[in-house]
């Protein structure tokens, strides 16, 4: 059975870091393709950063140059660091894993609408101005 379960979430003031872990059970996070994702009430979840199994990443553009996402083989988890925060990156954020082969850009555009993607329940991120 996949599990995914994050974590880091919470309160902070814009400009500041968070960093958020993603525990993964029942698959591996060095086999598989990895994202972050995130959404607000009312508006469609959106991809914010991909990871393959070869370690290359994609990010959003909105998020580009302040988040960095990376995984952990040992741990078997996923990491999203945000630095400098911005009230706009207020929203719920997503962990999730798919078993099949993509390059992170298509992962940003495709786990979302993809019946194989496993997903983790979330960690709210708030970001004050």
């Known amino acids: 059975q996949v599990r995914l379960v994050e974590s880091g979430g919470g309160s902070v003031q814009s400009g500041g870091s968070l960093r958020l872990s993603c525990a993964v059970s029942?698959?591996?996070?060095?086999?598989?393709?990895m994202g972050w994702f995130r959404q607000v009430p009312g508006k469609e979840r959106e991809g914010v950063a991909a990871i393959d199994s070869p370690g290359s990443t994609s990010y959003a553009d909105s998020v580009k140059d302040r988040f960095t996402i990376s995984q952990d083989a040992a741990r078997n988890t996923l990491y999203l660091q945000m630095n400098s925060l911005k009230p706009e990156d207020t929203a719920m954020y997503y962990c999730?894993?798919?078993?099949?082969?993509?390059?992170?850009?298509?992962?940003?555009?495709?786990?979302?609408?993809?019946?194989?993607?496993?997903w983790g329940q979330g960690t709210q991120v708030t970001v004050s101005s």
């Open positions: 999730a894993a798919s078993p099949l082969s993509m390059t992170p850009v298509q992962a940003l555009r495709s786990m979302i609408r993809s019946g194989l993607t496993y």
């Open positions: 029942g698959i591996t996070v060095r086999r598989s393709c």
